[in-house]
């Protein structure tokens, strides 16, 4: 059987070099995957995603100033190292900050064209020895009140928010807004409250997740800020 690959890379600079792999891969006959579905010029999330990642033996991360600005990119290493696949880091551009949960990792240099070819055997060899997988523990804030006890599943809801929270594409946005709007009552609450539970939400957000209830009746936000300040690692005085 061959080895199966993903390749992890971020539109707006990776994937050049994530084309030029897969097609090198496959010549050595490796069965690599690459998502090239694209909505507006960029990238969204999706089913096929996740199943390729946890079919995979080895995913190889494209490093780049893209894919560290890319929830999506974030979401594949992440997701990828809670399911024990192997995880190759590869450079795009050798300048490009490392996240850092592949910190501790081997990167693979491939920023410079005129050693590609070298590199590139490197590569193959070192996913052809394998190597040993080493767990990926992380402390998360993660305050979310729970999904009701009678929760029912609303699955084509859930797949929309996400595609939409977790979209990559060619503007830079750092911050991504999202809101819901239907009548009271509907389930706008409910549902974002699972979208919070979701396990490709937490993988693409590892820094924490927080909800905090604002509106007219909320007598103190200062109070609200506090929590999430705290929780962040900073002095309750501050
Ligand atoms: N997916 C769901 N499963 C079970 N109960 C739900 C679901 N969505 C909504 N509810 C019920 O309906 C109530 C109102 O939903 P909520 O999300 O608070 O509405 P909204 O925020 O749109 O006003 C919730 O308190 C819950 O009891
Ligand atoms: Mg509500």
């Known amino acids: 059987m061959p080895q199966k690959i993903f390749i992890s890379y971020a539109r707006k600079d990776g994937r050049d070099l994530?084309?030029?792999?897969?097609?090198?891969?496959e010549k050595h006959s490796?069965?690599?995957w690459l998502d090239t579905s694209e909505i507006d010029g960029g990238a969204s999330w999706s089913k096929e995603i996740e199943i390729n990642i946890d079919s995979c033996d080895v995913l190889l991360a494209l490093i780049s100033t893209g894919s560290y600005d890319s929830e999506i990119c974030r979401g594949e290493h992440l997701r990828a190292l809670r399911k024990r696949r192997r995880v190759i880091p590869i450079?795009?551009?050798?300048?490009?900050?490392r996240p850092i949960y592949?910190?501790?990792?081997?990167?693979?240099?491939?920023?410079h064209s005129a050693h590609y070819n070298d590199n590139l055997n490197k590569l193959i060899q070192d996913i052809q020895t394998g190597g040993a997988v080493q767990p990926y523990e992380r402390y998360t804030p993660f305050h979310v009140p729970n999904k009701p006890p009678n929760y029912i599943e609303r699955?084509?809801?859930l797949q929309q928010l996400i595609q939409s929270i977790m979209r990559d594409s060619d503007q830079n946005r750092s911050t991504v807004?999202?809101?819901?709007r239907g009548m009271g009552g509907i389930g706008k609450s409910v549902l974002s409250i699972a979208i919070c539970h979701d396990e490709v939400i937490r993988d693409a957000f590892p820094d924490g997740i927080f909800w905090l209830q604002i509106g007219r009746?909320?007598?103190n936000v200062l109070e609200k800020m506090k929590l999430v300040g705290t929780e962040l690692g900073d002095s309750p005085e501050h």
């Open 217 to 219: 009746e909320t007598p």
């Open 155 to 157: 699955p084509e809801e």
């Open 91 to 97: 450079l795009v551009q050798a300048n490009a900050d």
């Open 18 to 25: 994530a084309l030029r792999l897969k097609t090198d891969l």
């Open 30 to 32: 490796f069965d690599a």
């Open 102 to 111: 592949l910190e501790h990792l081997n990167y693979c240099d491939m920023s």
């Open 177 to 180: 807004l999202t809101a819901l």
